[in-house]
């Protein structure tokens, strides 16, 4: 028979790694905590309809990548490709939105089938942060102080530079539009084939183009910021005198466009080279008009993603996960003889005494010389041992795995005693 395997790009995650992930996301959900942002969930299969409508259809996202299929009743579904329209169909959908701010985030897996290379897979997963209902340039500070502080706690602040831009109001970018279009036009042979068809269905993209010939073409472009309308310009000027008074350095970046229909006025990514070439880390921007444009009442938002496979590359080229966190066990409790359920006991009043201790009971017998071995491959500092003398007197005999120390023979309360001395922080649990 064929050996079954997961499918490209879609990939297991063991438990030597997940440790890894346990501490990324503890470390990013603190953060959220500490700005009193709350979570919300929703499905990861959604009507196509809602990424045609927000994403655009003329985007290489809706053209190329997106899992799509139909369901048993023909209606067509997609395996969510980000979380910004889901979130704000789940708002709507849920009376959230109209008059009410919110301040949200999100993580979890979402679909793309590009082609898979490092930190980039078509099963990938993101930590979206979205706010709705506030217009002012300060809850742009906010959001962008927050993934500040996330990468700062993480250890990799001085390893991510801040690019800003702003993409305007929607007539401002209509007039740079035409503006681009015609200084392109003049160049059009020399343009990548990506750029050529950009031309007519979505010209701002072509600024983001990696194509060096291309980019040589844009150094004499017109200038986005220098089209923006009297509004967006003092919004623009107004972020940037925040995060210069908040100490958050940054880079004006006027080709920086983010590659959703949706973005209008504030557009940011935090980047790094530390990974080879420059990739993003986490990226976002103002998207006033999308809940409008789904069908909502017009509602100011803003928010960010955060590729987590790509960040956490970013922490193990820079060395910057904490030791010990593939640790599973602190505590093997060895079983010697007919005291099964003697063992089963001890090890449950043990956990309700001291409810942060990672103890594994040994289960499927074996004799004492083997269970050792079993305790001393687990990565316990200490084995406890309960023979059939220790389950007559109501004992246990604790012995040190990692350091030269006496065996001992406790009762059950001292050997807890023994355990909280070991480990104070289990005291604080």
């Known amino acids: 028979m ?9 990939n297991d995650l063991l438990p030597d790694e997940s440790g890894q992930w346990q501490y990324l996301e503890n470390t990013l959900k603190s953060i959220l905590q500490q700005y009193s942002y709350r979570e919300i969930r929703f499905p990861i299969v959604e009507s196509t309809e809602l990424f045609k409508r927000s994403i655009g259809e003329v985007t290489d996202i809706v053209e190329k990548e997106m899992y799509t299929f139909d369901d048993r009743n023909g209606d067509s579904l997609t395996l969510r490709p980000e979380g910004t329209a889901s979130c704000v169909r789940a708002c709507e959908q849920h009376g959230l939105l109209y008059n009410q701010t919110q301040r949200l985030w999100y993580m979890g897996p979402m679909f793309r089938h590009e082609r898979p290379q490092k930190g980039r897979y078509r099963q990938f997963h993101q930590l979206g942060v979205e706010v709705f209902g506030m217009t002012g340039p300060d809850i742009d500070a906010e959001v962008l102080l927050l993934s500040a502080r996330m990468l700062r706690a993480l250890g990799v602040a001085d390893q991510v530079t801040l690019q800003l831009n702003s993409l305007g109001s929607s007539e401002a970018r209509a007039a740079y539009k035409t503006a681009l279009v015609d200084y392109l036009n003049q160049y059009r042979e020399q343009l990548d084939e990506d750029s050529q068809r950009r031309l007519t269905s979505n010209p701002l993209r072509i600024l983001d183009s990696k ?12 200038v986005l910021l220098e089209h923006l309308d009297e509004a967006s310009a003092a919004h623009f000027e107004q972020l940037k005198a925040m995060l210069t008074e908040a100490g958050v350095p940054f880079e004006v970046n006027p080709r920086l466009v983010r590659g959703l229909d949706y973005y209008g006025k504030t557009a940011f990514e935090w980047v790094t080279d530390a990974l080879g070439a420059q990739g993003t880390v986490c990226a976002g921007g103002r998207y006033d008009g999308l809940v409008e444009q789904l069908g909502g009442k017009p509602t100011p938002a803003i928010g960010f993603g955060i590729g ?17 966190l593939d640790r599973r066990t602190q505590v093997y409790l060895v079983a010697v003889g007919e005291v099964q359920s003697s063992a089963m006991r001890s090890a449950e009043r043990l956990r309700d005494a001291l409810p942060g201790l990672q103890l594994l009971a040994h289960c499927g017998g074996g004799s004492f010389k083997s269970q050792m071995k079993k305790a001393d491959k687990s990565g316990a500092d200490i084995a406890l041992i309960l023979g059939e003398d220790e389950a007559r007197n109501g004992q246990l005999s604790l012995k040190y795995l990692r350091e030269d120390r006496p065996q001992e023979t406790l009762s059950l309360d001292q050997t807890i005693e023994q355990l909280r001395a070991y480990w104070p922080a289990l005291s604080n649990l």
Request: positive net charge; aromatic residues 0%; charged residues 25%.
């Open 211 to 222: 194509n060096p010939d291309t980019q040589k073409i844009l150094d004499g472009a017109p």
């Open 2 to 10: 064929k050996k079954l395997q997961a499918i490209r790009g879609m």
């Open 308 to 324: 987590l496979e790509r960040l956490l590359l970013l922490l193990q080229a820079t060395g910057q996960l904490p030791e010990g």
